[in-house]
C-alpha cells in the first residue's frame, strides 16, 4: 500500500479555512484517498474521499494534484467543533481492502 | 440501531484473565472490521468479515485473539490469556458493500485496560 505523510499538528482560528495536506507520492492508479477525522475519545468519521478529481461534501473539499502525489483537505469555515485527528489514508479497493492508518494530524481550532 | 454499537465501553481486567468484546454493526452492512488502536497512534487492522467468514486475519497479533461472526451480523472478539500490552481501544466498524469501499462506519471503541 501506499504510504501517506501528514504533519503532526497544525492550528487554525475559528471562522478561517483549515487546509490539511497529505503527501502519498507512491499512490497508484487504481488507489483512492480518503479522509478521516477522529474526535477526542470517539471511534473514527469519514468524511471524504477521491481518485483523481477534486471532490466536495457537506463537511469538506478534496483536492488532489493532477500527478496525484498529494492532496489537501480543506474544512471551509473551520469550528471549535473540528478540532480532532486528521487520517489522510490510501485505499486500495482490489487487493487489499483494509485501511492502513498513519499517525495523521491534529488540529487545533483556536477561538 | 442508527450506529455501529459497541459493549462494554470499559473493561478492566487482571492478566491472564479471558475477555470478550461485542460488536454491532449497521443494520444491512456485509463487511465487519475489527481494530485496535493505543494511545497516540492510529488504528491497527486486526481482521475483516464478508458475511460469516474471516476473509482477511493477518492482522491479528497471536494465537490468543480470536474473532467470530456466526450469523454475519454481531461479531464478538476474544482475547485469551490477556496481558498488558493488550490495553488499547478496540473499534469495530462495518460497511455497506463487500469491502470495496474505504467508507467504514466505525463505533466508539471498548476500552480495554489489563492489569
Known amino acids: 500500500d501506499a504510504k501517506t505523510t501528514q504533519p503532526p499538528s497544525m492550528d487554525c482560528a475559528e471562522g478561517r479555512a483549515a487546509n490539511l495536506p497529505c503527501n502519498h507520492s507512491t499512490i497508484s492508479g487504481n488507489e483512492y484517498v480518503y479522509w478521516y477525522r477522529q474526535i477526542h475519545s470517539q471511534g473514527p468519521q469519514y468524511i471524504i474521499h477521491g481518485l483523481k478529481n477534486n471532490e466536495t461534501n457537506e463537511m469538506a473539499s478534496l483536492i488532489i494534484t493532477e500527478d496525484r502525489k498529494s492532496s489537501t483537505l480543506i474544512l471551509p469555515h473551520a469550528t471549535l467543533r473540528d478540532t480532532a485527528v486528521y487520517y489522510c489514508?490510501?485505499?486500495?479497493?482490489?487487493?487489499?481492502?483494509?485501511?492502513?492508518w498513519g499517525l495523521g494530524t491534529s488540529l487545533a481550532v483556536n477561538p | 440501531g442508527a450506529g455501529v454499537s459497541q459493549t462494554p465501553s470499559n473493561k478492566v481486567t487482571e492478566k491472564g484473565k479471558y475477555v470478550e468484546l461485542r460488536c454491532d454493526p449497521i443494520s444491512g452492512h456485509t463487511a465487519l472490521y475489527w481494530y485496535r488502536q493505543s494511545l497516540g497512534q492510529g488504528p491497527e487492522f486486526l481482521i475483516y468479515?464478508?458475511?460469516?467468514?474471516?476473509?482477511?486475519d493477518s492482522g491479528l497479533p497471536n494465537d490468543r485473539f480470536f474473532a467470530v461472526r456466526p450469523e454475519g451480523s454481531v461479531s464478538t472478539l476474544k482475547i485469551q490469556r490477556t496481558e498488558r500490552g493488550d490495553s488499547a481501544v478496540y473499534l469495530c466498524?462495518?460497511?455497506?458493500?463487500?469491502?470495496?469501499?474505504?467508507?467504514?462506519?466505525f463505533g466508539e471503541g471498548s476500552r480495554l485496560t489489563v492489569l
Open positions: 489514508i490510501v485505499f486500495n479497493a482490489g487487493n487489499n481492502r483494509k485501511l492502513i
Open positions: 466498524a462495518s460497511s455497506r458493500t463487500s469491502g470495496s469501499t474505504g467508507e467504514l462506519f
Open positions: 468479515f464478508q458475511g460469516t467468514g474471516a476473509a482477511d
